[in-house]
């Protein structure tokens, strides 16, 4: 049986059944006073869990923390906060991350080994504590309380980022959520990112695992912004099984409507979180064609997203074709200047290495659109891939040039 | 007997012996109507010749043909233009660059295998060689013609960079020349950039050729300016020997000196390059002690200087310290956080991975410098390395959205 996988309008990372959230403003940031900066998610039964975390040598304190209690694959609930990501904060910025997640253990009732924590924010300043100890107290937890998670994620992010898909299969079905937020310092490799995913799905400890991996790769990890990976990224998938039926295992007949359904809610956060790039005004996605290998079409693909030059470019809404072919070029991917095409959305810009004689009005037209579609074949192979970025704009520059004075 | 490397005033590529250049206004890229941008350099005597170029898959026609033509470690002369990079032109490209080197070789009267080409400029667009050809013939060869090539070779750069050294041995010496041009796309991997090296010393062409090798790594292949990196990077080296005396060999007395010069001037141009980067206002030099090996210091130098929150930070002189940790951490170099430490020029910031409480008033004043000087001490080995680069300005993502239309 063919499985239908649909958007759950207004969705979020508590659409899933058993799922609740609330958030609070703690005045983490006394600069953001009143912003929601403090949250919880929770699930009511216990959930198989699995993450991906920064491949930074530096790590922040949550993610030592949280990736201990990955370790059993079980949990019950995650605890958020922006403003500060309590990293490069020592000895102490351990001792303060496992203090927050035993008073949420002992609000929510669980055991505090059950809560994982995320934090993002400024690097190398401690957590405010004398403010979040009494602010923890005051979340009020609901079934609708993922879109004030969403909110108390956020730093420069300018929207909330939030979906959730339903999964029918036949009689039965699940539901997939999620809440993501990041902005600046978005990078292959997963850059200031927090996720957190939850499904009321029964799934398979160790499938999970392997599911949240891949969908990360073929969507967090080939987005870009600015080319930096921060010490905080953070994915986190809650499956509580709720949904009921037999836990979907690698083997099982439904394993890959999950897989695919759970690299769909991956990709549209990723996307918002590449068109919500610091000083952003268009997304940038670009898919590679006919590489020597998918391992090279996914070098090739972030080279283009990543390339300060090309971005440049479309925030100019500047036809420079050179420049993504230069990206390719030093991607380290094989390429022969003589095979490549190039198209801008449905046009041919570039045939077998040479321009084509250009409709220019199209192409204007195209270039000062808010998603810019670059497709490249490379005609050497079978290796495709897809990534996205977003401009690079004076913005950009003015946002991070005054984060912290 | 100690050698005495000296700077030569108003040195440029031309003040070794037996040096001539040229340049004339071409109007190769006719938006800049009147500008120097054709330009030839030529010995009067055969040179040992050697060169480094891009390591980009796409590589410009004279790129292509002057890799061919060094294989035989012999030159005579270089011509070079901006306005148009000739690459990603295809066949007829190479047909153009080999052109232009026969046009040279004809006005000087060398053969066209001696001349090497070099281009900079847009990627894609085919050289107007109908202006070209008339312009080669008016070019005229002086000893101090250095400083016009300085000029021609120039795009976005806002100044010439070029300087000479003198070397003294006793009663003989010798002269080392450069001058080079690059401003946005200057990347680790050498990245637009062109570099034209003289000397008038006796120089064997397999020492000469691990000599330049070993000087760009420690200059060229350490500066950053957006990260990306064009088709087109060379640095030549010619060496015509008419300073007299036997040939300096790996093994011989003054190979050490010439090394060292030769890294000298190397260096002082690549911090000119890093210090105009499209839209700089700072130059930022990176220096990373007490890593596990030398290839980390690398790593760890290069990453910081390419972070884009980093040079943002910089330009908006932000005590940041966070976003240099995290730079080193992800840049795959062993770290340790309680072990680092973080100078901002004499003034310890970070001290055993803890802020150092600041001096704020003598951190506002360096911060707001010209140049700002990163040292990183990492506390795990003996691995050092230096870096330069520039901080993101406003100014940049200006210049780079209009390059094209």
Redesign the interface.
Known sequence: MKAVIKAVPKGTVTSPQGFFAGAVSAGINKRAAGKLDLAVLFSETPCAAAGVFT?????GAPVVLTQQRLEHGRAGAVVVNSGCSN??T??HGLVDAAEVAALVAEGIGIAQEGVLVASTG????PLPMKRIRPAVEQIIMSRDGGHDLARAMMTTDTLPKETAVSVKIGDSGYTIGGVAKGS??IHP?M?TLLCFLTTDAAVEEGFLKGALRKAVDLSFNMISV??????SDTVLLLANGMAGGEPITAGSEQADAFKQALEQVCVYLAKLIAADGEGATRLIEVVINGAASKLEARKAARAVV????VK??V?????????V???????????D??KIDLYLGDIQVIRA???VKSQKREINKLLNGKEINLKVNLNLGEGSATAWGCD???E??????????
Chains 1, 2 share one sequence.
Request: proline share 3%.
């Open positions: 491949t930074s040598k530096l790590k990293s490069f020592g000895e400024v690097i190398g300043v600046g310092m490799d850059a600015d080319g930096d990976t921060s010490p990543s390339s300060a030059l440049s470019a925030h100019g809404a500047d036809p420079n074709w050179g420049r072919v230069a990206a390719v070029g030093r991607s380290g991917a094989d390429m200047e003589y290495g040479r321009q690079l704009s004076q950009y520059v003015a946002i991070n040039s005054e984060y912290m004075t």
